[in-house]
């Protein structure tokens, strides 16, 4: 069995830039590219398979025809999707529901996040969470547009890890590359975009009830549990166990060898080059490259100098 790479799946954003060329060398087709999905079955981007017996594949219908790639885990749809982001700009201040609100409200699952800082300018922040007391409080500083009093700025830097439960209002800030593990959903409630307007003079729709609704009142900010285990000297961090995702950094440095720990396991390189070595095949690896590890697989390697991003499903 092969590992399952997947073609890269660009996404123009307003606030997009050019360093998924410029850092991860790909070939972009404008420099107004916010996200490459990286791992996706959502229709709005679905990763295609570029190698092997399943070449041309949509990660989708592999899920619908092909479940013993993915351990028969249950689910109407592949519940995960990474991207890599380049916010070149300001992404707008937002919020996303949870799978219930999801499901009832947009016919789709929630979205719980969470992110690792590829890299950062110095200065850079993000919108992590909000200082209401109460929903009406939520809804009077909303209305009254009191953004430097309802938002909490944190700053960021290179390897930082967030996790960013649904409920959380949140903002990547300018000059931030993030690799993002999160559940396949693609709805987002905007509060606040800066009274940005695109090239038409157009600004975006805000979801100013449906924000208030979906808010965590009082916020709440995770805990994480990071746990690093030394393997000679590449290491694995676990960043998240949640229902959602298990989150993990393989930092690699010679070789490192892998156990499956989950029915299949998502895989993207965000630093450094390297191989990926299955069965005694070997693959060369590179900032970007990014596979699914199926079933089927159950030990590989990886051997250079990198940083990989790699998760696993939840138990839900
Ligand atoms: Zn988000």
Known sequence: MEPLFLQPVFQEKIWGGDQLHTVFGFDIPNEKIGEDWAISGHP????IVENGPYKGWKVSDLWAEHRELFGNAKGDVFPLLTKILDAEDDLSV????DDSYGLKHEGELGKTECWYIINAKPG????????????EELAAMIEAEQWDDLLRRVPVK????????????????????????QQSSDTTYRVYDYDRKDDQGNTRELHIQQSIDVTTVPAISPEL?????????????????????????????????????????????????GKLIVDGQSYEVKPGTSCILPAQITEWKVAGEMKIIASTPGKK
């Open 225 to 273: 549990e990071v746990t690093e285990n030394k393997k000679g000297i590449s290491s694995v961090i676990t960043y998240l166990k949640t229902d959602f995702f298990n989150v993990y950094e393989w930092d690699v440095v010679g070789e490192l060898s892998l156990k499956k720990d989950g029915d299949y396991t998502l895989v993207t390189v965000v630093e450094g080059y």
């Open 158 to 181: 290179k390897g930082d890890f967030f996790y960013v439960p649904s409920g959380t209002i949140h903002a990547i800030g300018k000059g931030i590359m993030i690799l993002e593990t």
């Open 44 to 47: 709005h981007g679905v990763s």
């Open 94 to 97: 937002q919020v996303h529901p």
């Open 124 to 135: 850079s922040e993000i919108v992590y969470g909000h200082n209401a007391k109460t929903r």
